[in-house]
């Protein structure tokens, strides 16, 4: 079109509008164009032979992916895991004996040596009980004394007896030769039956006498033998008092809570003032800076893994720095053969997961600045190297 402004005609350059395509759906009044009808059945045919391509290969990777995933991982030279940790050998103390907390000697995260003193225990009970032994000791030890000078009266009373027992034999012996003599006499009719008789009484009455002194002798030896059973039973309580003495001593001394070890210790779990009775948790003492990495690798990483071969540790605290490690030991079973709930798998709900086994690495050459700086309980990555020398002469 031609625009008229001012009674010039200039001519209209701009784009005509061209009327959009017809694109309803095909009708009695719009017939859909020849060959139209052929193309789309073809290219859903095609889509539908690719998602059933696709899913073909996706059931093959799902069946044969798991039948080999863990041969492949087996294969590999560096076997790694971050379900890994650093551990500390803790010693947790607790309290052997019951009382009333009298102080706590360390502070939280103190630094502490072995032998230093971390807390005491009311100790007035515990001392009346070490005097109470002691002098149980000492009547025992006076009890043995007066069994040995009731034994030295003994043989005094034995000798005694023994010396009663000459003179009676000697009377007795003498008694019998005069029998003797008096027994011949009348015989020859120099002696009368009187005297006869007479000395035939006195001889019997030396055997009576002789007969009791010898088993007032052997009473008294028995007595001896009593007595020394009686010593015996002195000597043995004597002993139970000193057993006594020493257990009460031991209980004083357990009053003070030394450190057995030296470490940094944790929180304290009690405070002065607070009863405790046996087995109260006390306080744990960490043994930095000595730490160590314990790894659970799944069962299919460890076919080549063994003890003594190299590993390296990246913590988590300290990117882009690499610590140097040497397995230590091997746990003996999976982590679930430890748990506390096992599982059953023979209850027809069986789901196979790959177990994981426990891995002790020890750390080597630990650089100064990372050494005081490493805490049990950090996580860290952890890569055993399969292929390094096995320096272990349990293994070879």
Known sequence: MNAIVTGLVVPDNRPQSVPAPD????????????????????????????????????IGLATVIPLGWGQWVAGFTNQSTDNAYLRADTTRISTQISGRVRRVAVSDFQAVRAGQLLGEIE????????????????????????????IALQHRTITQADAAILAISADRDRAAGEYGRQTAAVEDGWSTSQRLEDALAANRRFEAQL???????????????????QR???????EIRKADLALARIELGR????????G????????AGQYVSVGTRFISIVPL??????????ETQLGKVHVGQAATIKVDMFPGRELKG?????????????????ADNATGNFTKVAQRIAVRIALVDVPQDLRKALRPGMSVLSTIHTDTAIDDPAIK
């Not at 095909?26 to 998602?51: D, E, F, I, V």
């Open 264 to 271: 940094v210790v944790n929180v304290s779990s009690v405070r």
């Open 232 to 238: 015996e039973q002195a000597l043995a309580e004597l």
């Open 123 to 150: 100790a007035s009970e515990y001392y009346a009980k070490v005097s109470r032994a002691t002098a149980s000791v000492a009547a025992a030890d006076v009890a043995i004394r007066n069994v040995d000078s009731r």
């Open 326 to 342: 040497r397995v230590e030991q091997i746990a003996p079973a999976t982590g679930a053969e430890f748990a506390l709930l096992p």
């Open 289 to 298: 800076p000595k730490v160590h990495v314990v790894a659970n690798y799944k």
């Open 23 to 58: 694109v309803r759906a095909p009708t009695a009044h719009h017939p859909q164009p020849k060959g139209a009808t052929q193309k789309r059945p073809r290219r859903r045919s095609y889509l539908a032979l690719a998602r059933s391509a696709v899913i073909v290969v996706g």
């Open 211 to 229: 007969a009791e002194k010898q088993a007032e002798a052997d009473a008294q030896r028995q007595q001896l033998n009593v007595l020394g059973t």
């Open 255 to 262: 009053t003070r809570i030394v450190a057995p070890i030296d």
